[in-house]
């Protein structure tokens, strides 16, 4: 068993916090106690970060709606139909008619991206957070 130093990805305050890995596996989770932002503190969530990993909920594939079923699909036909989507609701309602919903499980880098994607790639201002709740 050994622990892995991470940043806690619930929310954007930064909180350090250690992953316990048991062989290929996350078991637990616990604060640092060092970290200058969570001073050996967590949220509730932070204490519970490690539970989504192996969660049977999770998703592992991208899923398409086919005749009113989700049915699995491959990243590229996944891919080219969101693409699609978006570009024909841009073309016929205009780039307001498209929106992004950022996450906090997301890394800032990678929700800076979304941002990015949103301003430049969609035209479009209208990106949310849902840590802004």
């Known amino acids: 068993m050994h622990d892995v130093m991470t940043i806690c990805n619930y929310c954007g305050c930064g909180c350090g916090v250690y992953l316990r890995v048991q ?3 996350v078991v637990g989770s616990y604060p640092s106690k060092n970290h ?3 001073q050996g503190n967590l949220c509730s969530k932070g204490w519970h970060l490690h539970e989504f990993i192996h969660s049977p909920k999770r998703l592992t594939e991208p899923l398409l709606r086919k005749n009113g079923a989700l049915c699995p ?3 590229e036909e996944a891919l080219d139909y969101t693409a ?3 570009r024909t609701t841009q073309e016929q309602h205009g780039p307001d008619a498209l929106g992004i919903l950022a996450s906090a499980k997301c890394s800032n880098e990678e929700n800076y991206l979304l941002q990015k994607l949103a301003r430049a790639g969609l035209q479009t201002n209208n990106i ?3 840590a802004r709740l």
């Open 23 to 25: 062989g290929n596996r």
């Open 84 to 86: 699609k989507a978006l």
């Open 73 to 75: 699909a491959s990243w």
């Open 36 to 38: 200058p932002i969570s």
């Open 128 to 130: 949310d957070h849902c």
